[in-house]
C-alpha cells in the first residue's frame, strides 16, 4: 500500500489519523510560534501581542488592521494559524518524499525553517499589503531561530512518529 492509500483512505488505514496528527500537530506549532513571536516582540521592542497579531492582519487589510481593535487580532490569529497548518500539512505530505533528510529531527527541523522563512520573506509577504521590510542578519537569524524550534522540530518530530507508527501497523 502506498502513502497516498494510506492518506486518502483507500487502504487498512483512514484518512482519519493522518488529518487529526495534522490537526494537534498544526495547533502545537502554531500555538509555539505565535507565543515565541509575541514574547521576542515583547522583550526586544516592547510590543504587545495584540499589536503582533494585528501586524498579521495588516497583510490582508492594510495600515486600518492596527486601529481594529480585537477583531483585528483574532483575524490576525485566524491567518497566523492557517499558514501553520499549512505548514505542517506540507511537510507531512512531503516526509514519505524526504525521508534521507527526515532521518535526522534536528537537521529536517532547520532545513524546513529555513524554507518557511524564505517562502514566508519572498513569495507570502510580497502578496501582502504589508510595506516591505529592510532584511537584517539579526531579525533574519532570530525569525528562523524561532521557525525552527517552533514549528521545524514539533512538526519533524511528530511526523516522523506518525509514519512509524503507519508503517507498524502496515506490517501487523
Known sequence: ???SQTISGQGSAPASPFLKTI?????????L??????????LVRGTSPVIVLQ??????????????????????????????????ALFFLLYPFIRTLAKNITVAAIVYG?????????LVLPLT?????????????????ILIVAIGLPVAYFARQFYRQQEAAMQA
Do not use: E, R
Open 23 to 31: 490537526l494537534w500537530v498544526g495547533l502545537l506549532a502554531g500555538s
Open 55 to 88: 501586524f498579521i492582519a495588516s497583510g490582508a487589510f492594510g495600515k486600518p488592521a492596527f486601529s481594529g481593535g480585537w477583531q483585528m487580532a483574532l483575524a490576525g490569529l485566524l491567518f497566523h494559524f492557517i499558514i501553520a497548518y499549512s505548514f505542517t
Open 114 to 122: 529555513m524554507f518557511i522563512f524564505v517562502v514566508m520573506n519572498l
Open 129 to 145: 499589503k504589508i510595506p516591505p521590510i529592510a532584511f537584517k542578519w539579526d531579525k533574519a537569524a532570530m525569525a528562523t531561530g
Open 1 to 3: 500500500m502506498t502513502t
Open 33 to 42: 510560534d505565535i507565543l515565541a513571536a509575541c514574547l521576542q516582540a515583547y
